[in-house]
């Protein structure tokens, strides 16, 4: 799953393409200079369609790190 997540954060938020994986680990939203309400949408939506799952309004606003988006996708995978 791991990879998977990493991809999309490399592909929605484009100056993260060249960061290592545990670099991408550790970001949150402050510190992504391209975080913004369309990347958000973005990556919602890419987590989705690739994850196969429905986020609540709620999960949605949490998702503010690449950690919680990890956390929130185990949670309705498991």
Same mark, same amino acid.
């Given at each position: %799953?791991?990879?998977? @997540? =990493?991809?999309? *954060?490399?592909?929605? *938020? =484009?100056?993260?393409?060249?960061? &290592?994986? !545990? %670099?991408? /680990?550790?970001?949150?939203? !402050?510190?992504? !200079?391209?975080?913004? /309400? %369309?990347?958000?949408?973005? @990556?919602? &939506?890419? @987590?989705?369609?690739? *994850?196969?799952?429905? =986020?609540?309004?709620?999960?949605? @606003?949490?998702?503010?790190? *690449?950690? %919680? ?10």
């Amino acid at each position: %799953m791991d990879d998977r @997540l =990493l991809n999309i *954060f490399r592909n929605v *938020f =484009l100056d993260l393409a060249d960061k &290592s994986g !545990e %670099m991408i /680990s550790k970001v949150s939203r !402050e510190e992504v !200079e391209t975080w913004d /309400s %369309m990347n958000h949408f973005v @990556l919602i &939506s890419s @987590l989705e369609e690739e *994850f196969g799952i429905s =986020l609540s309004d709620t999960e949605i @606003l949490e998702i503010n790190s *690449f950690a %919680m988006a990890k956390g929130i996708i185990q949670s309705k995978t498991d």
